[in-house]
């Protein structure tokens, strides 16, 4: 078991442990236990029927009878949502959150809320095993998809390396049957993270916002620039008077002021533009993005939060791929968090894109070797060396027969390259230090089998454009000495002695007596502590990817619980 399923785990444990007082259950009558082991697919002398296995979809169907046959066994077969009257307060509890899933980015018809509801309302004590059973079925999709998300997110969704968390159903049913206070615990199943919350709050104020209609399109033209006047501006005023960009429309409307001059800064800095002012190409067509359209962003990154550890560390790294940006969080489990350091990053290309995971920072280096992936000696190197085989010794590279051991090296020009081809490229190729070096001066270590590490960079100008999608797939850092000093300070390096180690050129791994949790993400919406709602383009489309397979996977949850009623029947 991972630590971050541990820490679920453990934090489940813990609730149960909390909530639970006197066994809290509905009395079964003996007719209520045979109808309701019928539903179940069990005889009346305890032994099992075959559950339905099949290739579409009810392996999941069969999964759950399983594990609701063994939980009402172990309940004696009494009733966690209804006695013979109707429904029990827990339920009333249940119906009632479910209906407020959608302010979670749920939908509560994917649990049949209308049919349980209508059911307690309307209740027909001949359907009650067939209710219990249905409830318990909503209910363990539901707590299990508002805790860890509605998919593991490994599912179905490529260069995501998150370990899947999802909760035991038959552990959330025992805890729902054993809550003192049923409600508290219904409520402390989403995410306890700030960082949730805020984007709840978010998904909350954008959807206000569309109940009021949303806003109206800015029309196209030439950039408007400050001290300009224009009558678009005043479509501008409009625009951002909605999200409380601005605050009132101005004396003048069509002329570009201060006030409109900081409330365009103010929208480019939560939409990750350059803060320029001007409202150019970019900015106006974030600007005429739907609000429906934001809102399916925040519903997206709410699932993404799902899947996160509850615990990040008390100080970690964080980098968000779709943002670009690099930040260390300290004091991350007290009641004021603090960001000590901001940089933007350069990440990988769309067609090398930088994957989601966690690892943990445990060394550094000065002045590294770039051991050039075989990947791209193959495919970016080879067609080069075929051309001009002096490439190599130019750009202080090393032609290696054997990995990493520079006394194999030999002559470039001694090579039949004409005979070499992608399949049978025997050599490895890796540069020497210096200010020449890919990877720059320092780099930053956080194991993983997809080698991806933080590091310098020889291509400085790029951290100047907007959109920073360049590498192969690791992470270029602006400010890598002062990265480096921090992350280095308990081992006793400071600026100076990281300096005067990169004149030498000679290659030296610090061990860090730090080590430092680093998780690569990807957000395209998310809340500051400021109250600021950002968003950022789906450069990976990865947005349009975990949409479908939500898609698919809500339907084939709703199916299954629809479809489950009276699996004995069917059995």
């Not at 916002?209 to 009558?231: N, S, Y």
């Not at 193959?378 to 032609?399: A, C, I, Q, S, V």
């Not at 490895?428 to 780099?443: E, T, V």
């Not at 050129?505 to 690569?520: D, F, G, Y």
Request: one cysteine or more; hydrophobic letters at 40%; charged letters at 25%.
């Amino acid at each position: 078991m991972s630590m971050t399923e541990k820490t679920r785990a453990i934090a489940l444990a813990m609730a149960v442990l909390l909530a639970t007082g006197g066994f809290a259950a509905a009395q079964s009558s003996d007719a209520f236990k045979a109808a309701l082991m019928a539903e179940l697919g069990m005889r009346a002398d305890g032994t099992r029927e075959a559950v339905k296995d099949d290739a579409k979809g009810a392996k999941s169907e069969a999964g759950e009878t399983l594990i609701l046959r063994d939980l009402y066994a172990k309940l004696d077969f009494r009733a966690l949502w209804f006695t013979d009257k109707g429904a029990t307060a827990r339920a009333k509890v249940f119906i009632d959150r479910l209906g407020r899933a959608n302010a979670h980015g749920l939908n509560p018809e994917d649990y049949l809320h209308g049919r349980l509801a209508k059911a307690m309302s309307a209740f027909d004590p001949a359907k009650r095993a067939d209710l219990e059973v249905t409830m318990s079925r909503a209910f363990a999709r539901y707590a299990a998809d508002i805790n860890a998300g509605r998919i593991g997110p490994n599912r179905a969704i490529p260069n995501l390396y998150v370990p899947p968390v999802r909760p035991d159903p038959e552990r959330l049913l025992l805890a729902a049957a054993k809550a003192a206070d049923f409600a508290a615990f219904v409520d402390g199943l989403p995410p306890r993270t700030p960082q949730y919350a805020r984007l709840v709050k978010a998904l909350a104020d954008y959807r206000a916002i569309e109940a009021r209609g949303g806003w109206k399109p800015v029309p196209t033209g030439p950039t408007l620039k400050p001290g300009m006047t224009d009558p678009r501006l005043a479509n501008v005023r409009e625009r951002l008077m909605v999200t409380g960009d601005l605050k009132e429309m101005g004396a003048k409307p069509a002329f570009y002021d201060k006030a409109l001059i900081a409330a365009v800064k103010r929208f480019q800095f939560r939409h990750g533009l350059n803060e320029d002012g001007n409202i150019g190409k970019g900015t106006l067509a974030a600007m005429n993005i739907p609000v429906d359209v934001k809102i399916r962003l925040q519903v997206l990154n709410l699932e993404r939060r799902r899947w996160m550890p509850p615990d990040l560390g008390d100080q970690y790294i964080f980098v968000n791929i779709a943002d670009q940006h690099l930040k260390w969080v300290t004091r991350a489990n007290t009641e004021k968090p603090k960001t000590i350091f901001v940089s933007r990053v350069v990440v990988g290309k769309r067609y090398h894109q930088t994957p989601v995971f966690s690892g943990t920072m445990s060394f550094a280096r000065v002045n590294p070797h770039w051991n050039v992936p075989q990947s791209i000696a193959r495919k970016e190197m080879l067609p080069k060396l075929k051309r001009d085989p002096g490439y190599l010794t130019r750009n202080h590279f090393l032609l290696l027969t054997r990995p990493i051991d520079n006394d194999s090296a030999v002559d470039p020009h001694s090579v039949d390259w004409a005979s070499m081809s992608r399949s049978n490229f025997p050599y490895f190729i890796r540069q020497s230090p210096g200010p020449w070096n890919a990877l720059g001066r320092i780099i930053f270590m956080f194991p993983n089998p997809h080698n991806i590490f933080i590091h310098d960079t020889t291509s400085r100008s790029l951290f100047a454009r907007e959109r920073r999608y360049f590498s192969h797939g690791c992470i270029r850092i602006q400010q890598p000495i002062k990265f480096g000093e921090m992350v280095l300070a308990p081992n006793d390096w400071d600026r100076k002695r990281i300096e005067e180690t990169v004149k030498t050129r000679e290659e030296l791994q610090i061990n860090l007596k730090r080590r430092l949790p680093v998780h690569i993400t990807y957000l395209t919406a998310w809340s500051n502590k400021d109250g600021t709602h950002h968003f950022r383009p789906d450069i990976y489309k990865r947005d349009k990817t975990l949409a479908e397979v939500l898609s698919n996977v809500d339907q084939a949850a709703k199916r299954a619980i629809t479809d489950a009623a009276g699996p004995g029947k069917s059995g």
